[in-house]
């Protein structure tokens, strides 16, 4: 059987063309029946999946751990001067960024990278823009002694947390059993515990469970836009991104080359310019963008990324629908 | 600082570009000064290497496990009926595969997807067309049991084997102090011993070495518009692929869905039409092409690509000098 696009070029054009499509719309319906829209192809959502609502905890102690995490995560006490919580740069109400182009850290220090956003975070292949982190209670655990964020040590963690008679308590019954509950490395996990939690839903994933309404047909149009420019070869997935590792100026040199991603880490040449492919989700409100938080405007972040990455100077028509779209990525912070 | 491509919109656009590019080959250069080429930008090689030769087994048991691999590999005493051996579909002076659409096994069965090249196999990230496989002895292994392949049994090929005098002396000093050296787990342990060898060097290698006159100019030419198409995105790495998986018929859909990829193992959504990105080296003497073998011609299969993948209907030009290029991919096998 020749291909459609060989197809297309003979005759009866649009017959086939049509014949072809049902066939598609056919068997992706098979596959995916909830997803039936009159203008996406069912075919296209298969690499797309929305988040299920955070599980509810699974007995009492992993509830007292989230519990933890969650005083833990809006506690400035958690850092070296007792000024810096975790909500400062990854503001809960502002979907888990701060909106700065890089935050600031203990003795007002800049970490090297804008602040990703913390929201979903636990269905991420991996953690930061480099993603040299796989494990949130690691990914915690870094941030909390880094002299560019928390700057704590183990011992002064501890010594602060066991101070406090609330804390005493929430760590003996988040960690019941143990010796020393109030540890650095419980609060790390308390922290992470808390993390799995924070999931954004929104109208596209309620459009991927079946109510074609939640889209407008410009959001609808826009990602198709999207998937037909190419963006998708990267950003797919449940959180349209966050799968997979990527060369930042794939096809067009990236303009500036001081933050060199994964290459920083491993030297190795074929981790030049390579950095987590970042998560989509939330996007039109997490600006400014890139792992140097250069770029303010989300339309300039999608014709940047289309002619760096894919070598394409869009139509301002096309930028305006893929934006649309992606401001339907914006979703509900978990309760 | 504004980006190149907002530079070049506003005046003096060729000098500035012309600086930026200078910019860019220093840093590259910084990098990778071994790959000087005037015809290609130095940071677009950094998403490639060459293959370095196998390396020369490491003590002599290594030595004869490879030996030992080398005559299984070729033997068809290994198939149920005596009549198939791996260089039947992995012709070894046919870069590692049989030029048929589908091969041939036990009792005329067909498997059901074209036959990889077993070249260079040591370095991928996965094996087979669905990446089911992860470990050449593992694989080996499914292969030998494999209905549609060779479609022996652990006992039947110990056997055979062990009725071979000079088998019975080969395994014993490949499996030195083992009770029961002839046995089905150690014959796959040989013949993935000896696959590890199987390496082709070619002019690609030596251009990324330093050694710029390797390629055409044509070539060169084609590998700069095989960045600029995008192909890039999914093939790069030593073997130009085999790094990941994507979906065929990411923007368009694929012709042909009788065979969903890694669907067929997982049944995720996610999953559907999911098959590991091929390597690419030797590709212009392995056709036909694509997981069903349908497309026998490398220009088709390139203007495939471009269609299905990225989007783009390719101008002639291009997919003759992209072919070019791939034709440099082509090694030699090694010794």
Chains 1, 2 share one sequence.
């Not at 060989?6 to 056919?26: D, E, I, S, V």
């Not at 007792?82 to 935050?103: I, N």
């Not at 870094?142 to 005493?168: D, G, H, I, K």
């Not at 002619?307 to 096309?318: A, K, N, P, T, V």
Request: proline content about 8%.
């Amino acid at each position: 059987m020749r291909p459609p696009w060989r197809r297309r070029r003979a005759g009866a054009a649009l017959l086939l063309g049509l014949l072809a499509a049902g066939a598609t719309l056919g068997i992706a319906r098979a596959v995916k029946g909830r997803r039936a829209s009159p203008l996406i192809d069912g075919e296209r959502l298969a690499s797309f999946s929305s988040l299920p609502p955070p599980s509810p905890p699974a007995d009492p102690v992993a509830a007292r751990r989230v519990a933890l995490g969650r005083s833990l995560f809006a506690d400035p006490r958690v850092s070296k001067n007792g000024d810096v919580s975790c909500t400062r740069c990854h503001a809960l109400d502002a979907w888990g960024a701060d909106g700065k182009r890089v935050s600031r850290g203990s003795d007002d220090r800049e970490p090297p990278r804008n602040t990703p956003s913390i929201y979903n975070v636990g269905g991420f292949f991996a953690l930061l823009w480099d993603g040299r982190q796989t494990d949130l209670t690691a990914q915690a655990r870094e941030v909390l002694l880094s002299p560019r964020t928390m700057a704590t040590t183990p011992e002064r963690l501890a010594q602060t947390l066991s101070a406090v008679p609330s804390y005493s308590d929430a760590f003996t019954h988040a960690f019941p059993g143990e010796k020393e509950p109030v540890s650095f490395d419980n609060a790390a996990r308390a922290l992470a515990a808390y993390e799995e939690t924070l999931v954004t839903r929104g109208r596209w994933d309620r459009f991927l469970e079946g109510e074609p309404s939640a889209l407008t047909d410009q959001e609808k149009a826009g990602f198709n836009r999207f998937v037909e420019v190419g963006c998708v070869a990267c950003h797919f997935g449940p959180n349209v991104g966050a799968t997979m590792f990527q060369k930042v100026g794939l096809v067009k040199a990236w303009p500036n080359t001081r933050d060199r991603g994964r290459y920083e880490i491993t030297k190795r040449d074929s981790d030049w310019m390579v950095f987590r492919v970042p998560p989509l989700r939330n996007v039109a409100r997490t600006a400014p963008y890139f792992h140097d938080g250069s770029i303010a405007s989300l339309p300039e972040a999608i014709r940047m990324m289309a002619h760096h990455q894919i070598g394409r100077d869009l139509e301002e028509d096309d930028v305006t629908l893929i934006a649309a779209w992606l401001g339907s990525l914006t979703g509900d912070p978990s309760p």
